[in-house]
């Protein structure tokens, strides 16, 4: 250490220190610089997700508006007819005998 002018002033033992110093500093730098990018990035990727979901929703909405609207103005769906009406068919019954069959022989 040495004095100028009143001020204390540090001067580095050997030029190694200094280099080191240096790449340290930049390297520092070097983050700081990739880590706003890579924030600015991340904002945009949000933000056009945002500006996504908001166009999707309005479709879907308006579709959703569409179809209520087609179905209120649709005609009415013709009545079903009702079970046990006039041409229905009675299910069959299979009847089951409780007496075996005669087993057959073998030649």
């Given at each position: 250490m040495r004095v100028n002018d009143g001020m204390l002033v540090?001067?580095?033992?050997?030029?190694?220190d200094?280099?080191?110093?240096?790449?340290?500093f930049?390297?520092?730098?070097?983050?700081?610089?990739?880590?706003?990018?890579?924030?600015?990035?991340y904002k945009a990727a949000g933000n056009a997700e945002r500006i996504k979901t908001e166009r999707l929703r309005a479709l879907r909405l308006?579709?959703?508006?569409?179809?209520?609207?087609?179905?209120l103005n649709a005609p009415p769906p013709?009545?079903?007819?009702?079970?046990?009406?006039?041409g229905a068919k009675a299910p069959k019954m299979k009847i089951v005998s409780k007496a075996k069959a005669p087993a057959k022989k073998k030649k």
């Open positions: 540090s001067t580095p033992k050997n030029t190694k200094m280099e080191r110093a240096q790449a340290a930049h390297k520092k730098e070097a983050q700081a610089r990739e880590g706003a990018t890579a924030m600015a990035e308006a579709k959703e508006a569409a179809e209520r609207e087609a179905a013709p009545p079903k007819p009702a079970k046990g009406a006039k």
